[in-house]
């Protein structure tokens, strides 16, 4: 059961660790960059990186799904 749990930790902070070298190469995009300069500069400033990151994610595939 220790053995269980051990694992899914490992793969908790593996998965978050994965998760926040996405987050910033997202966020070194070009087109994250553009996409964040066609918004609102006041909304942007008081968003966290996290939630802006996510939006533009949603936003794109909803784009690609069209």
Request: glycine share 2%.
């Amino acid at each position: 059961m220790a053995d269980t749990r051990s694992a899914k930790s490992d793969r908790s902070s593996n998965d978050a660790h994965i998760w926040q070298s996405l987050k910033r190469a997202i966020a070194s995009s070009s087109g994250f960059q553009r996409w964040k300069a066609e918004h609102d500069s006041a909304e942007v400033e008081s968003t966290s990186l996290e939630q802006l990151v996510r939006r533009y994610l949603r936003e794109t595939l909803e784009t690609l799904a069209y």
